[in-house]
């Protein structure tokens, strides 16, 4: 019998020497979250978390270098609305370097999660992680979003600046029963809200995001 530690860090080429200080942190978080998530996707979180700081100069993957900083803005972020998100195929449009696709597919293995993004070389390094942390249920695509023409049960996005082209984009790849969710800092405004039109049943959600000092919140939009 394998008992994995957290702590270990073979395979660890950029935070090896703050996995007692990361892991910790993330099962805490992952305790705070209410998600049940095993040892071994704890561990696969940190290996994604590690290959990702790894390969970020070559591929323009993030901003963020500190493993902690990275940690909590990115993973735990995601983390935030595993809980919230309804069953079904899932398309992230915009999915830079698989936040949160690869991320909801690690926590969810029975969901097939397709990373769309036009940027090639973000597309490449979803490939390769997704291959070395054996995650069949990911699907990277290097697209635009107005090219692809696939529907899913959820569509969501981190990356969109403004909702109403979220919807815009987002709508016609969502099955006629799906619903879409985007990830946003600040609570949209009512004005916002109401371009959308009376053709939507909103709810914005106030996520807590355990050592996060920002705000962050899901806003989940189903056809009415």
Known sequence: MIILDLTDPTGMVKIGPALPVLSKLLTQAVDELGLELSLEQQRTLLLYLDKLLM?????????????????????????????????GSLLDIGTGAGLPAVIIAICQPERQCTALDSNQKKIRFIKQIASELKLPNVNPIASRIEAHTEQYDVVTSRAFASLSDFVALAAPRMQPQGSLQAMKGLAPEADELAQLGEHWQITVQALTVPRLNESRHLVALLPQ
């Open 55 to 87: 390969w970020t100069k070559a591929y323009n993957l993030t901003a963020i270098t500190q493993p902690k900083e990275a940690l909590i803005k990115h993973v735990i972020d995601c983390l935030a609305v595993v809980p919230h998100l309804p069953t």
